[in-house]
């Protein structure tokens, strides 16, 4: 079966830094796509980037951008300038093409410093 | 465009009673449907997928089951709550898998 690990629970950057979340995943599949999505104080989930596991250049959305290590099976999110509307919950997940099951990660909350 | 809404928003109930909560989407056909639940310290949970009209497919066999009478309405449900069912619940909507994810906006469920 396949899973999603984010090992850090909660970190901390001081704005207009740049932090980065892990992500790790287990599939035997080689067709497969990975999101991270945030999650406000508002509790509604907002996607901040997708990515295509067939394509090889790591997605980036403006501050956003990705690490995909596929050998390692390792997809991190870099967030830099760091601005205190970053202040979330973030999850990773998986999705595996052949089947329509989305996985989720435990979370990464992050705190901004001012 | 397409929209997705979920209710209630709160929701008290005591514990061995029923529950039913109500998600459906517009703007949009046949779309992949899915509740969630994310409870402290455990992120979000898949507790039921559905591709089509009566397809369902349990992730977490408990005292919950989904439904979905019509092509664009998701609802799940309990006969009889039990305390660790409290949580907030999450109907999402994808056109296909690779897609994007949209998220209603949520039901908190406190059983007491």
């Known amino acids: 079966a396949q899973t999603v690990t984010q090992s850090q629970p909660e970190m901390s950057v001081q704005e207009a830094e740049t932090v980065t979340l892990s992500c790790t995943y287990d599939?035997?599949?080689?067709?497969?796509?990975l999101f991270w999505y945030k999650q406000p104080p508002s509790r509604q989930m907002i996607l901040v980037i997708r990515?295509?596991?067939?394509?090889?250049q790591n997605a980036t959305e403006n501050r956003f951008s990705v690490n995909f290590q596929k050998a390692a099976k390792s997809f991190s999110l870099k967030i830099s300038d760091s601005q205190l509307g970053d202040a979330a919950m973030y999850f990773c997940a998986f999705d595996m093409n052949r089947d329509d099951k989305i996985i989720f990660g435990k979370g990464t909350r992050l705190h901004i410093l001012p | 465009s397409q929209t997705i809404h979920q209710w209630p928003a709160t929701l008290v109930q005591p514990v061995g009673s029923p529950l039913s909560l109500e998600c459906t989407v517009e703007?949009?056909?046949?779309?992949?449907l899915y509740w969630y639940r994310q409870a402290a310290g455990r992120g979000l949970q898949l507790l039921f997928y559905s591709v089509g009209i009566g397809q369902i497919s349990s992730e977490v066999p408990q005292n919950l089951s989904a439904s979905r009478p019509q092509d664009r309405q998701f609802i799940l449900s309990s006969k009889k709550l039990l305390l660790s069912d409290s949580g907030f619940y999450l109907c999402?909507?994808?056109?296909?898998?690779?897609?994007?994810?949209?998220f209603g906006e949520g039901s908190w469920l406190t059983v007491v």
């Open positions: 999402a909507w994808s056109v296909m898998s690779g897609d994007t994810i949209y």
């Open positions: 990515q295509e596991a067939y394509k090889q």
């Open positions: 599939t035997s599949e080689s067709d497969y796509y």
């Open positions: 703007g949009t056909s046949n779309p992949n």
